[in-house]
């Protein structure tokens, strides 16, 4: 094998990991964006359910305000659930450079 295969095989390889790394990161955010959708979607449902199963004005003042509290903690979860995936996908993407780099050292 040549010199120059052997410089350019090793960027390249840098450049595979990285694509495997991403898909695998946009994979998994895929999965907790869909579970995440879930259970809006279920909690939307829930509220529908208390306010046409409501009786009187109290009723649905109370659906309103435990829907709003239940959501607002349920969105509170997922965007701390989303910056932990975003912080470890950058990770994860700086991995193979890292390697690369303290290779060379």
Known sequence: MTKRCRLVRKPVRGVQEGFTSALENVRD??????????????????????????????????????HATKQFDMLTKQASELTTLGEQFANKASQPVTRRGSKRQ
């Open 29 to 66: 955010l895929n999965v907790s964006v869909i579970e995440m959708a879930r259970a809006n979607t279920h909690a939307a449902f829930d509220f529908a359910r208390e306010v046409a199963e409501a009786e009187a004005p109290s009723d649905l003042l109370q659906a309103c305000t435990t």
